[in-house]
């Protein structure tokens, strides 16, 4: 009987009590702010990095950072285009 009262508890948990997600932050200013992050990290690997491999890898991360990091600022300035006019 012990055990089917765990198996309940168990199942009232899973279905019944539901913990809410912890929030993020994804403000666009947040956003930019880890795209910059995310470009200074490809660009410190380059640094560091001697291997033909690991070196496109970098040059790819930069790449992949530098449009990321083009279209949020593009993101930012046409929300602030909007909410000033």
Do not use: H
């Amino acid at each position: 009987m012990r055990n089917d009262t765990k198996y309940w508890k168990c199942l009232y948990r899973l279905f019944f009590i539901k913990e809410s997600p912890p929030q993020k932050d994804y403000t666009e200013e947040r956003l930019l702010q880890k795209a910059t992050e995310e470009m200074t990290n490809a660009y410190n690997l380059l640094s560091r990095v001697e291997d033909p491999e690991m070196v496109e890898y970098a040059v790819l991360t930069i790449k992949a950072a530098e449009i990321r990091y083009g279209y949020l600022l593009k993101q930012v300035k046409a929300s602030r285009a909007c909410s000033l006019g």
